[in-house]
């Protein structure tokens, strides 16, 4: 063997994912596009799902393709169930199967609770609790034919944690809480595993509002014990140890990574 043979080899021994399909939910943004980069950085061929346009996902799927990597893009709303089935049997048919699924979709909308309209909280609840409800049913009854799956779920501080003006999207959370330690016992006997991501404070789009006001952004700064915002590669380096089979024990569970955000008394 050539020592160059060697070192590819070696090399691929510590892609903990190699051969993995992922399929990840808005992965053409934010924490979702660093999961799918750093996933088939770790030798994953990835699904980079997306809505609306195209030209993000293409550009996530280039930057991996680059990377000598293998992606897909396909468009679905995951909160529509004909879509989601579409969607997984896309993947099933050009990559074989769906060995993780990561549900990372999600919307934030603000508004006081006493003049919250009917339409926020359907459209709320319809992508981040729905949206991993219905994926995960498609994607797990193929993992159940293989005895062997993971579901993991982008959720947020706020599955715990109250925040003023944002009901729907601590209600859709809370609930993905639940959703998770109740599949973790109905897919078990599947050897499915499933967990909960929850991340604090991380810069990316959603917190656009927040993070370019200085003055906001100094706010949040203080709330957060480790005295910084979190980056998507930081979410996405403990997605990836949670997708290998090194994490295939933990199941029904919540890992938060928040900078202690949710330690921290009076935070948002
Ligand atoms: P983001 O806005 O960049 O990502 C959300 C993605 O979801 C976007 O790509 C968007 O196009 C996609 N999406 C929205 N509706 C969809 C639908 N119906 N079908 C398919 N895709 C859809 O923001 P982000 O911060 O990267 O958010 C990713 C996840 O992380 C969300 O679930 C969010 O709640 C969660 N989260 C984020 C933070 C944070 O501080 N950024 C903190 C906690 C939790």
Redo the contacts with the bound molecule.
């Keep these: 063997m050539s020592t160059i043979t060697a070192n590819v080899e070696q090399a691929n021994a510590y892609r903990s994912l190699k051969d993995k399909v992922i399929l990840i939910?808005?992965?053409?943004?934010?924490?979702?596009?660093?999961i799918a980069i750093e996933t088939a950085r770790q030798g994953a061929n990835v699904v980079v799902?997306?809505?609306?346009k195209a030209d993000?996902a293409q550009e996530v799927v280039r930057e991996i393709e680059n990377d000598h990597g293998t992606a897909l893009a396909i468009?679905?709303?995951?909160?529509?169930s004909d879509?989601v089935q579409h969607m997984i049997s896309q993947a099933v048919s050009h990559l074989g199967r769906v060995d993780v699924l990561v549900?990372?979709?999600?919307?934030?909308k603000e508004s006081p609770f006493l003049d919250k309209p009917e339409s926020e909280f359907d459209a709320v609840i319809?992508?981040?609790l729905k949206?991993p409800f219905l994926c995960t049913q498609a994607a797990a009854r193929d993992m159940a034919k293989r005895k062997k799956g993971t579901i993991i779920?982008?959720?947020?501080?706020?599955e715990d944690l109250p925040f003023p003006g944002y009901s729907a999207?601590c209600a859709?959370?809370g609930g993905l809480r639940m959703l998770c330690r109740d599949l973790a016992l109905e897919l078990a006997p599947h050897g499915i595993n499933i967990v909960n991501?929850?991340?604090?404070?991380?810069?990316?789009?959603?917190?656009k509002r927040t993070l370019s006001n200085p003055e906001k952004k100094l706010a949040l700064k203080r709330e957060i014990p480790l005295g910084r915002?979190?980056e998507?590669q930081e979410?996405a380096k403990l997605v990836c140890y949670l997708a290998s089979d090194d994490a295939a024990y933990i199941t029904g569970t919540t890992v938060v990574i928040?900078g202690g955000l949710m330690h921290q008394t009076g935070s948002l």
Aim: aromatic residues 4%.
């Design positions: 939910t808005g992965a053409s943004t934010g924490i979702g596009r660093a799902n997306y809505i609306g993000a468009e679905a709303d995951v909160s529509k879509q549900n990372n979709a999600g919307i934030e319809g992508v981040n949206g779920n982008i959720s947020s501080v706020h999207y859709a959370k991501v929850a991340p604090g404070a991380i810069d990316t789009p959603i917190n915002v979190g998507p979410v928040d």
